[in-house]
């Protein structure tokens, strides 16, 4: 499942402009995937370099 969740949320990254920041929460509510849950798979593709994130206002 968090192979599955990881892609749809990698998919909604790649449709986005260079640069371009969107929230884990926005995914989270467009897939239907718990914030919670998302952000632990967030926290390993971090980890593998495939993602990167900010903290704060407007971060993603």
């Known amino acids: 499942m968090r192979a599955k969740y990881g892609l749809k949320a990698m998919s909604d990254l790649a449709q986005l402009d260079r640069g371009a920041v969107l929230q884990s929460r926005e995914i ?12 632990a798979i967030f926290a390993d593709l971090r980890v593998a370099g495939l993602v990167s994130s900010r903290k704060g206002p407007g971060g993603g």
Do not use: H, V
């Not at 989270?28 to 952000?39: D, T, Y």
């Open 28 to 39: 989270a509510e467009r897939r239907g995937i718990s914030k919670k849950f998302l952000n």
